[in-house]
């Protein structure tokens, strides 16, 4: 039997690492930044093409390399950050690895210039996935500049996958703004082709204001604690600021981004009654220990941290923050020196007097309503409540003549399969004037030709406003229903980019805005046909399912819009009643009529069972 392990190739290996590394455009620009970081860099430029799938190119003015260094960076595991294994228990570089580079090389095209301080001349170094070009003197400035084009072309999975230009955006300046936290005494700016972000070197609270901005800084709470095992500082968010999406949440460790859960869990343990179930705090917190007691070498992202001492470091965190907390004034005290509410005091035996009502001796609160009473011989019936002509005939009649009634083999057992419509038959379609009942504020019971129907109220309400809403996008021209008072909506700089991609959408759809200020637009009207809606709400909930999801934009390849389609979803959703909301019989028929004038009423818009019915043979099992 002939041998059949073999030495991987280089070039293949580092595809394989560039996997783990190199995940999308913005690993690329954590990497290189890192990098220029480590090189001691004062002044990092950072510029963009096409979502980075073009071009992603680092400036900086650090260091620089030699000839020989230049060349040798994009070898597998070459590194100027560490020389043997104890080394990895004091560092103080951002990399340490010697992989970024080898990685990004084998999924690109890469041209680098550098050039030492003491150097008259530097070094143009073409690369093409691992495979070196060119390498020839050429006249530059001090520091390196590097330029990764065409992420991914040799990879055409890896980059078929990759999300919209404006999910990879938001990405990149995420990641930004993350390496602008961390090194706030450095000048660092980003240019995406349509938009320009300039940080000056300030402290580490005018950095938090200058990349968020909105006076931010009047809602930051300063946390300062020092013990032998870890120092603790930074800002956390007052209560009162908490926020329901896109909180803003960073933690550092001796200079380096980092998520732990655990001590995540720590910080909101100290909000628990200050601030509601479903909103989180802001905080930005450094953490500053012993290099020897953290694992900073877990993962190539070097993102995850393990703590030698973190059940020792849980305690001090939590009492630093609560301490902040406590000395702002953002926890509710108790005055113990206030004077007592002066009380009578009984006498034994004595019982207290009953509270006095003072009502008329001729007030009946079951007298019938007179049409016209105008209620002012007397002023304690209720307000003129004219019996209403409900005109069920006019009510029902384009139900009648739409409706098609409901086929005899509905399964509504499986909620796992695809969605069947249903054919509708005339004999066992729900018939106006059937008794409505509502059974624990979240469910409505009545009869039809199939048996005993028990639907959801609000995932039918859902549904028939979806379909109200689809029908209404889907006209050239939309109404607007102006707002008194303008809602003020704020956008975080690494959602702009999608903030103005879904905005033709949204002004199709019929809301209005304007922008104010920076980060700041206003909400001038919203559509017509939306009551009840939070447009604040709304807005930001697409803006986060398209972010999540990372749809593309446009039309599907059945022609549906998914912006447009996930605008009536949310808008429907902010909408319709919730549970525990008590219906009237009249609400509760209405809602049922609809809910069966619809072509397809047993899904809602995201395929939830909408209702079950109970026939014949399921009762006839349940009395055997």
């Not at 073999?6 to 560039?18: E, G, K, T, W, Y």
């Not at 004091?90 to 210039?113: D, K, N, W, Y």
């Not at 956390?236 to 550092?252: D, G």
Request: proline share 6%; with cysteine.
């Amino acid at each position: 039997m002939s041998d059949i392990i073999r030495l991987l190739p280089d070039s293949v290996a580092n595809q394989i690492a560039a996997g783990e590394v190199i995940q999308r455009p913005s690993s690329v620009i954590k990497e290189l930044v890192e990098n220029s970081v480590d090189a001691g860099a004062t002044d990092i430029k950072i510029f963009i093409k096409d979502a980075g799938r073009t071009l992603i190119q680092v400036v900086d003015n650090g260091n620089g390399m030699s000839e020989t260094d230049a060349r040798m960076a994009f070898e597998r595991h070459a590194t100027s950050k560490i020389k043997d294994a104890d080394d990895l228990f004091a560092l103080h570089t951002m990399g340490f690895r010697g992989e970024a580079l080898p990685s990004i090389c084998a999924i690109s095209q890469v041209e680098l210039l550098t050039k030492t301080k003491d150097q008259s001349l530097g070094t143009r170094l073409k690369l093409n996935a691992t495979k070196v070009e060119s390498q020839e003197p050429v006249a530059c400035e001090s520091g390196t500049s590097l330029m990764v084009k065409n992420l991914f072309f040799n990879v055409p999975a890896r980059r078929k996958f990759l999300k919209s230009d404006n999910v990879e955006l938001t990405n990149i300046m995420r990641e930004f703004e993350r390496l602008a936290l961390v090194n706030n005494n450095i000048r660092i700016s980003i240019d995406t082709g349509n938009r320009i972000l300039d940080l000056r070197r300030a402290s580490f609270k005018q950095r938090i204001t200058d990349i968020w901005k909105n006076s931010l800084d009047l809602h930051l709470i300063p946390v300062d604690v020092e013990t032998s095992l870890v120092k603790i500082s930074g800002f956390i968010s007052r209560p009162e600021f908490a926020r329901r999406r896109n909180p803003l949440q960073f933690l550092i460790v001796n200079g380096r981004n980092m998520r732990h859960p655990y001590f995540h869990k720590a910080i909101v343990g100290c909000y628990d009654s200050l601030i509601a179930i479903d909103t989180q705090p802001c905080y930005f917190l450094k953490f500053e220990v012993d290099p020897k007691t953290i694992d900073v070498n877990i993962h190539p992202t070097k993102n995850e941290i393990k703590f030698e001492f973190e059940q020792e470091i849980w305690p001090i965190l939590q009492v630093a923050v609560k301490a902040a907390l406590g000395k702002s004034g953002a926890v509710p005290s108790i005055d113990f020196n206030l004077e007592p509410i002066p009380v009578q005091p009984l006498k034994k035996g004595e019982i207290p007097p009953a509270p006095s009502l003072d009502i008329p001796k001729d007030y009946n609160p079951f007298n019938n309503f007179e049409e016209g009473n105008n209620n002012k011989e007397n002023p304690y019936k209720y307000p003129d409540k004219t019996p209403r002509n409900r005109n069920w005939d006019s009510l029902y009649s384009d139900f009648i003549k739409d409706a098609h009634g409901f086929g005899r083999n509905l399964d509504v057992q499986n909620q796992s399969e695809k969605p069947v419509i249903p054919e509708f038959k005339q004999e066992t379609m729900i018939t106006p004037g059937k008794i409505c009942l509502q059974y624990a504020e979240k469910y409505i019971i009545t009869t039809g030709g199939e048996g005993i129907f028990i639907i959801d109220q609000r995932r039918a309400h859902v549904k028939i406003l979806y379909s109200e809403f689809i029908s209404h996008l889907d006209k050239t021209e939309q109404v607007s229903q102006g707002l008194m008072f303008p809602d003020t909506i704020e956008i975080e700089p690494s959602l702009h980019s999608s903030f103005e991609e879904i905005m033709p959408d949204l002004l199709h759809a019929g809301f209005q805005i304007e922008y104010e200020e920076e980060n700041r637009w206003k909400i001038t009207a919203v559509p017509s046909i939306a009551k009840n809606i939070d447009p604040v709400d709304i807005i930001k909930r697409l803006l986060d399912a398209v972010n999540d999801n990372g749809a593309n934009y446009g039309k599907d390849s059945i022609g549906t819009n998914y912006l447009i389609n996930k605008l009536a979803l949310i808008m429907a959703r902010s909408s319709a009643v919730n549970y525990g909301q008590k219906l009237s019989e009249e609400e509760m028929e209405e809602l049922v009529v609809k809910l069966f004038s619809l072509a397809d009423p047993l899904y809602s818009p995201n395929g939830n069972k909408i209702f079950y019915v109970f026939n014949d043979s399921n009762l006839n099992s349940v009395f055997k």
